[in-house]
């Protein structure tokens, strides 16, 4: 099983990110993701998650209406859209999967908020 995140880099604050994390070796319709971040010093956090189906999902309340979590099913993909970022938002950010006690995370993408 692998998950690759990619879209991180460096932006200024009140700019916007796409990260997505594409997912192979695994049924990824059955599997909850999340995106999780981790910044330095401090313990790793959920952010956003969603349902199998992409129906239904959650943020953290630090990032709610900034940040839009999505899946396609059909391209083994999910998605964290990050709008008007703020320098707080920096961090290591992973995308996991879960089913029931199964967890996989990818190796993280770097996002920087910074002027």
């Known amino acids: 099983v692998h998950l690759v995140e990619s879209g991180g880099g460096l932006v200024q604050p009140g700019g916007s990110l796409r990260l997505s994390c594409a997912a192979s070796?695994?049924?990824?319709?059955?599997?909850?993701m999340n995106w999780y971040r981790q910044a330095p010093g401090k313990e790793r956090e959920l952010v956003a998650a969603?349902?199998?189906?992409?129906?239904?999902?959650s943020y953290a309340d630090s990032v709610k209406g900034r940040f839009t979590i999505s899946r396609d099913n059909a391209k083994n993909t999910a998605y964290l859209q990050m709008n008007s970022l703020k320098p707080e938002d920096t961090a290591v950010y992973y995308c996991?999967?879960?089913?029931?006690?199964?967890?996989?995370w990818g190796q993280g993408t770097q996002v920087t908020v910074s002027s």
């Open positions: 070796g695994l049924t990824f319709s059955s599997y909850y």
């Open positions: 996991n999967a879960v089913r029931v006690v199964v967890n996989y």
């Open positions: 969603i349902t199998r189906g992409g129906d239904s999902t």
